[in-house]
């Protein structure tokens, strides 16, 4: 048993590893998202609440988070974690890929990701397909800031 718990540690300490947290009100939809980023080689962290959601972003240094619209059970509006990671320094969050879902946006909708201040939002009825829209958004963020990111790096300020 100790054993396990040892190598789930290493786990998450293995070379080219990212983190993740996975904020959902499903445990069935945690669990696929989970799976899912796993095999995009990133280790999920899972907040019990938003409370830890909160500790766990003041800790920790994510490269990729997934909300639920209805994390805290507030509805989007009421979405406690979400406001903060929107009001973020943009030096911080622009190092966080932050995937929304809800059943109100269209997957990959550029104008709804840009109105809620995330980098991706997806629809509930989607999330089954979760890895393929991750792979192709993380990517398509990557291209599209890598002159950016090179320039700071350039620059000692990344």
């Given at each position: 048993m100790a054993h396990e718990k040892i190598d789930d540690?290493?786990?998450?300490?293995?070379?080219?590893l990212?983190?993740?947290m996975v904020c959902c009100v499903s445990e069935e939809v945690t669990k696929s998202i989970c799976d899912s980023i796993?095999?995009?080689?990133?280790?999920p962290d899972i907040p019990v609440d938003v409370q830890d959601a909160f500790d766990k972003i003041r800790f920790n240094q994510y490269d990729l988070i997934i909300i639920d619209e209805n994390?805290?059970?507030?509805g989007l509006e009421g979405n406690e974690?979400?406001?903060?990671?929107?009001?973020?320094?943009m030096s911080t969050r622009r190092r966080?890929?932050?995937?929304?879902?809800?059943?109100?946006?269209?997957?990959?909708?550029?104008?709804?990701?840009?109105?809620q201040s995330v980098n991706l939002v997806v629809n509930t009825n989607d999330v089954t397909n979760i890895r393929i829209i991750l792979r192709k958004a993380i990517s398509d963020n990557d291209q599209f800031y890598k002159v950016y990111r090179e320039s700071l790096t350039k620059f000692g300020k990344y």
């Open positions: 540690i290493l786990k998450e300490y293995e070379e080219g990212r983190k993740a796993k095999e995009l080689k990133y280790s994390f805290g059970n507030k974690f979400l406001r903060h990671l929107q009001f973020m320094p966080i890929f932050v995937a929304l879902i809800g059943s109100r946006f269209k997957t990959f909708d550029n104008m709804a990701a840009f109105e």
